[in-house]
């Protein structure tokens, strides 16, 4: 018998069952986007710990978008001639 779960938007899909098994088996499917997901979805939450993979994973792709971000906003406010708008 299927279970009909319906989900928001926070939460990812289901896995497949031979995966559900296990919690650390159904994060060896994630990707880097995933783990900055799940922080994203649990920031708030102060309860248990993050591994390492997810404070690692979320710092890298968080300073890779603030780095970019930071080169958007030298790009288009140029210190020296102010907006190039």
Do not use: Q
């Not at 939460?11 to 088996?25: D, K, V």
């Not at 994203?40 to 102060?46: D, G």
């Not at 710092?59 to 190039?84: N, R």
């Amino acid at each position: 018998m299927e279970n009909n779960i319906k989900l928001d938007k926070a939460t990812p899909p289901p896995l497949p069952r031979s995966t559900m098994a296990n919690n650390h088996n159904a994060e060896a499917n994630y990707g880097i986007i995933d783990w900055f997901k799940k922080c994203m979805r649990n920031y708030v939450n102060f309860s248990g710990r993050a591994r390492r993979k997810e404070f690692w994973y979320f710092s890298l792709v968080y300073m890779i978008l603030a780095i970019f971000a930071m080169i958007i906003d030298a790009i288009i406010f140029d210190a020296e001639t102010g907006p190039v708008i």
